[in-house]
């Protein structure tokens, strides 16, 4: 069994800066992906950012340039550091990780930003 926790999320003025982390925990070995997937009220799941194994990641067009991906293979980490945050970028933000076809998600950790 797999979880994923996430922490830093929390209440930030539009420009400033968060990071949020994801921890795997319980039977740990190989995420082929690991990730972020972000959901406000009354919208769909959307993909944020996700890399890969071999440390490609990919990003939504509407954080490009400000947030990056990145994990801890050894510690079956992700980490998302999120700049130049706007009321728009205000969501429930999930991690995710892929390994052997079978995709876990976190509980969420909220990111709320204010004008």
């Known amino acids: 069994q797999v979880q994923l926790v996430e922490s830093g999320g929390g209440l930030v003025q539009a420009g400033g800066s968060l990071r949020l982390s994801c921890a795997a925990s319980g039977s740990v070995f190989g995420f082929a992906t690991m990730g972020w997937f972000r959901q406000a009220p009354g919208n769909q799941r959307t993909l944020v950012a996700a890399?890969?194994?071999?440390?490609?990641?990919i990003y939504a067009d509407s954080v490009k340039g400000r947030f990056t991906i990145s994990r801890d293979s050894a510690k079956n980490a992700a980490y998302l550091q999120m700049s130049s945050l706007t009321p728009e970028d205000t969501a429930v933000y999930l991690c995710?990780?892929?390994?052997?076809?079978?995709?876990?998600w976190g509980q969420g950790t909220q990111v709320t930003v204010s004008s």
């Open positions: 995710y990780a892929v390994r052997n076809g079978n995709t876990y």
């Open positions: 890399i890969t194994n071999g440390g490609s990641p």
